[in-house]
């Protein structure tokens, strides 16, 4: 079992910048890759960023990587703090259109995965608001 706790959103103009945390739990965290992803009432849950499970080497992290949809990409960053078992993603020049609730999941695997439908665990969400 893992449980995942997002938190950071809130209330913030148009280019401003937020950070959000995804929190879980467990001794595994290093092999989990995680997602980001938001939605909106009305429409489809959108895929926004993820980081890679990390790749060990002579016991130390060797390999991680990112990707990001093309709406976020020099905007956002991803990023993971293993001995937190904590990622984050950073959000910068806001834009309104980025309003949405953003969940954090997670699925075992060492590749990049971009559909929801491939994460088994996810949070409960944290809204963000962009105002103009």
């Known amino acids: 079992q893992v449980q995942l706790v997002e938190s950071g959103g809130g209330l913030v103009q148009a280019g401003g910048s937020l950070r959000l945390s995804c929190a879980a739990s467990?001794?595994?965290?290093?092999?989990?890759?995680v997602g980001w992803f938001r939605q909106t009432p009305g429409k489809e849950r959108e895929f926004v960023a993820t980081?890679?499970?990390?790749?060990?080497?002579?016991?130390?992290?060797?390999?991680?990587?990112?990707y990001y949809t093309d709406s976020v990409k020099g905007r956002f960053t991803i990023s993971r703090d293993n001995a937190k078992n904590t990622v984050y993603l950073q959000m910068n020049s806001l834009k309104p259109e980025d309003t949405a609730v953003y969940y954090c999941?997670?699925?075992?695997?060492?590749?990049?995965?971009?559909?929801?439908?491939?994460?088994?665990?996810w949070g409960q969400g944290t809204q963000v608001t962009v105002s103009s």
């Open positions: 999941a997670v699925k075992v695997g060492v590749g990049y995965y971009l559909r929801g439908s491939e994460y088994a665990y």
């Open positions: 467990g001794r595994t965290f290093s092999s989990y890759a």
């Open positions: 980081v890679t499970a990390i790749t060990w080497r002579a016991g130390n992290p060797y390999y991680t990587a990112s």
